[in-house]
């Protein structure tokens, strides 16, 4: 099986939180409500340096996911 490369989801405890999950390396959960971003794993082969510009381009992707799908959604 291909597993995308982001999944939306959301929580009944969490009901105001949308959250993007990236499911290639590194892994990581990102919450839309705040951008707070939570990892699965550690990037070890990484610096900080980076990381973080790897993480920027990420987010970049991630966000547009979300209004991809929220175009889809809107038009069905």
Do not use: Q, S, W
């Not at 707070?36 to 547009?64: K, P, R, S, Y």
Request: include cysteine; proline fraction near 4%; charge should be negative.
């Amino acid at each position: 099986m291909e597993l995308p490369k982001f999944l939306l989801g959301d929580n009944t405890d969490c009901p105001e939180d949308i959250f993007i999950i990236h499911l290639d390396y590194p892994r990581f959960i990102i919450n839309l409500k705040d951008d707070e971003v939570e990892f699965m794993e550690e990037a070890e082969d990484l610096d900080e340096g980076e990381l973080n510009a790897e993480m920027e381009g990420l987010i970049v992707e991630a966000t547009a996911f979300y209004d991809r799908e929220m175009e889809r959604y809107e038009k069905e």
